[in-house]
């Protein structure tokens, strides 16, 4: 009868392990996020270990770091220019160092997400030229189609190289077409039609799907225009795992700001329980931010209200002198950003390895 009882006992526990196994490392991720949620908010900052407000491309370096003692927990990386061949991206940064830094970031415990700001496909220009049509003659059947399929599969090698020494599948937070109820990119409110984006957002996903990404948790983000409908561009349950919101403050005005931001989190969080899914504050910031107490008094009210996974703060770019969001040492911002790292909603780094 003992024996019986400790076989059965073996195997209970045995079997959480081995489901586990059959994870894809995005389901892994996906349950990771998951958990995480109810310990806080995890804090991003693009481009972190890239450059910073003084410095660029020197190793080991983070703006965030210099000024709290910890690296974010989540970074974001952009893959605009790759579509190109090109082996920098839109701001510089070379892929090499990119897939360098997702390890690293792994390897400390943190996330990584990626943004795409790809070239206008029909006309040539940059992604914020919403000119030519070019969501429709990307989308099977049409011209460019065969131009867009090489496109994706660059995005799929780089996305399949991100591996740990020992040859594992990074997974990351890939959120394509976002900012789509703005006019200002390609695949915006004005230069295609919302079926056509979803098509779009659907065609993605099942692309990179069959190319064997198995390590992609999807991000969905509006931004811009009109979102009374929060979910209207929504490509649909089964192709998204987080929905985001893109909201910044470009004026004087956190008041403006966070009536806004407000509003966009609530619409999504309300969504997010509708469809089952995480939300995240996918993209946000204070342009060339000087209100010395930004961070507390205007962005972490505005986290303690929502149920938000992450929280991603735009670029500190080294050569665009406004261009900057996150704190440096010397900045106005530092000293009230120690009180943001040290409050206990706020999750770094550190917060989060191996949990
Ligand atoms: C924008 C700005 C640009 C940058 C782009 C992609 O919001 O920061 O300077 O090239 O994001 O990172």
Redesign the pocket.
């Known amino acids: 009868m003992k024996k019986i009882f400790l076989a059965l006992t073996a195997i209970l526990f045995a079997l959480p392990m081995t489901a586990k196994k059959h994870l894809s490392p995005a389901q892994q991720l996906l349950e990771r996020l998951t958990k995480l949620q109810s310990r806080g908010v995890m804090i991003g900052h693009?481009?972190d270990p890239m450059y910073g407000i003084a410095w660029s491309w020197e190793r080991g370096r983070s703006d965030v770091k210099e000024v709290c003692g910890d690296y974010p927990a989540v970074m974001g990386f952009?893959l605009?220019k790759m579509e190109l061949g090109s082996s920098e991206?839109?701001?510089g940064v070379p892929f090499s160092r990119m897939r360098e830094e997702i390890a690293l970031q792994h390897q400390r415990g943190g996330i990584s997400t990626l943004?795409w700001?790809p070239w206008n496909p029909a006309t040539g220009e940059k992604?914020w030229d919403p000119s030519g049509q070019a969501v429709t003659k990307i989308l099977p059947g049409g011209a460019l189609n065969a131009k867009f399929c090489i496109w994706l599969n660059c995005v799929a090698a780089f996305i399949k190289s991100l591996q740990t020494p020992d040859g594992q599948r990074i997974p990351v937070i890939f959120r394509p077409w976002h900012e789509m109820t703005g006019d200002w990119f390609w695949w915006g409110s004005k230069s295609c039609t919302t079926e056509e984006y979803k098509q779009l957002y659907r065609y993605t996903h099942d692309y990179l799907l069959e190319k064997g990404c198995d390590n992609i948790v999807w991000a969905w983000s509006p931004g811009g225009g009109d979102q009374n409908e929060y979910l209207k561009h929504y490509p649909g349950n089964e192709y998204v795992d987080v929905l985001g919101v893109d909201t910044y403050q470009f004026d004087d005005n956190p008041d403006a700001y966070q009536a806004t931001v407000r509003r966009d989190l609530q619409r999504m969080t309300e969504a997010a329980k509708q469809t089952g899914k995480l939300a995240a504050f996918t993209?946000t910031g204070c342009q060339n931010v000087q209100d010395a107490t930004w961070f507390t008094r205007v962005l972490l009210p505005m986290l303690k209200e929502q149920p938000l996974s992450y929280v991603l703060v735009?670029?500190n770019?080294w050569d665009?002198p406004k261009?900057n969001y996150m704190p440096a040492p010397g900045r106005p911002t530092a000293a009230d950003f120690v009180d943001f790292y040290n409050d206990p909603l706020t999750l770094f780094s550190k917060d989060i390895k191996g949990k």
């Open positions: 693009q481009d952009d605009g991206n839109l701001d943004s700001h992604a993209e735009w670029r770019a665009q261009e």
